[in-house]
């Protein structure tokens, strides 16, 4: 056998080893946070705009 190191299959190697190579393996987000943005639909219901409208007075019409 010859001195180098032979390679361990992932799925081998302890769980402690499997964690440090997928952490080395994911990059940074550099401050970005990785959560899907959606816009709000307008036109859909939102009782939260509806009490927002309440408060500042503005009359809402029927829909």
Same mark, same amino acid.
């Given at each position: 056998?010859? !001195?180098?190191?032979?390679? *361990?299959? =992932?799925? #081998?190697?302890?769980? #402690? #080893?499997? &964690?440090?190579?997928? !952490?080395?393996? $994911?990059?940074?987000?550099?401050? =970005?946070?990785? @959560?899907? &943005?959606? *816009?709000?639909? $307008? #036109?859909?219901?939102? /009782?939260? $705009?509806?009490?927002? !409208?309440? &408060? /500042?007075? *503005?009359?809402? =019409?029927? @829909?």
């Amino acid at each position: 056998m010859s !001195a180098m190191a032979q390679m *361990v299959p =992932l799925n #081998k190697q302890s769980k #402690k #080893k499997q &964690r440090e190579y997928h !952490a080395k393996q $994911r990059g940074s987000w550099c401050g =970005l946070d990785p @959560v899907t &943005r959606i *816009v709000p639909n $307008r #036109k859909a219901y939102s /009782r939260s $705009r509806m009490k927002q !409208a309440d &408060r /500042r007075g *503005v009359q809402q =019409l029927p @829909v």
